[in-house]
């Protein structure tokens, strides 16, 4: 069984550009994927996004205006 860093793990090392690719269309084009599981993904990145935003000092009537069309 291969442990941390000793070589191939199985796992596609491209597994996450489609996740990357809906994150991006989601947060420059408003564009939410058709797909259930990866909208679900783009949200739940946008909403962990946005508390660490407002933990950094953002308020959230900014917040919220920023993403006025969802």
Request: charged residues 25%; contains cysteine; aromatic residues 2%.
């Amino acid at each position: 069984m291969p442990t941390c860093g000793s070589g191939s793990t199985g796992v596609d090392p491209k597994w996450r550009e489609p996740i990357v690719e809906a994150v991006t269309a989601f947060s420059e084009l408003d564009e939410l994927p058709n797909d259930d599981l990866m909208r679900e993904v783009v949200l739940a990145d946008a909403e962990l996004q946005t508390l660490m935003d407002h933990g950094s000092g953002a308020t959230m009537r900014l917040l919220i205006r920023g993403r006025s069309t969802l």
